[in-house]
């Protein structure tokens, strides 16, 4: 098998989750903070999806999983631990060329789940490839303390130049000068140390422009804290 990495944008389509445990939960909570519109298809719901469920914030058809039901969505994640059921629905969605991922049967993934970190709108993914997703979670595990939260608000800001620079219709060759300097500043560093008036003399000699000129309110969260999710 041989897979490239891609983010896929599931923002407010349809997705399919069969099964109802601890790996379902992690699939439909990674699918509800991509802002996904959820459907899960299980007899029964873990405690933590049973208050999403109830909440309203998932749709779920208490029943197992029928063969027909699978078109019009966007995305499949099959974790029922019943292997034979598996098959059923990863052959449903070859048909229907819907992308799909079977729990621990990366044979029958169109696409596999990486280990994620996240700061913000920051994802790093890990893969190996389906041959082992615990080496995955460990090298998350050991990456994790090293990108701290002002990763988060580093993106917030690099974002924030980018639209100025944009706006302000610097040349792109310019452009793309000026962002490649600011991420190689000391900006990071301003940022987790919850300096941010040592942030706006960088963005000043970069760009001119302070985090307020950016529309950027100052970071009240303790922006120090690292690996904290």
């Known amino acids: 098998m041989g897979y490239i990495p891609i983010f896929l944008d599931v923002s407010g389509k349809p997705c399919l989750v069969v099964g109802g445990g601890q790996v379902a939960e992690r699939k439909v909570r990674a699918l509800l903070a991509a802002g996904a519109e959820i459907t899960i298809v299980s007899p029964g719901l873990s405690a933590g999806l049973a208050v999403l469920a109830r909440r309203g914030e998932v749709r779920h058809l208490a029943r197992r999983w029928r063969r027909g039901e699978m078109a019009g969505f966007a995305l499949v994640y099959a ?100 962002l490649r300097a600011l991420a190689d500043s000391q900006l990071r560093e301003c940022l987790a140390a919850g300096d941010d008036r040592a942030a706006d003399a960088i963005l000043i000699e970069h760009l001119g422009a302070t985090l307020a000129d950016l529309g950027l309110a100052p970071d009240d969260d303790g922006a120090r804290i690292s690996g904290t999710h």
């Open 79 to 178: 974790a029922t631990g019943d292997a034979s059921l598996h098959r059923e629905i990863a052959a449903e969605a070859a048909e229907l060329r819907i992308p799909i991922n079977v729990a621990d049967t990366p044979e029958l993934c169109s696409f596999i789940a990486p280990a994620v970190i996240r700061r913000g709108d920051l994802q790093i993914a890990i893969s190996t490839g389906g041959a082992s997703p615990a080496l995955a979670a460990r090298l998350r595990r050991e990456l994790e303390p090293r990108l701290g939260r002002e990763y988060a608000r580093l993106l917030e800001v690099m974002r924030a130049a980018r639209g100025r620079l944009m706006a302000g219709g610097v040349e792109s060759g310019q452009r793309a000068r000026k």
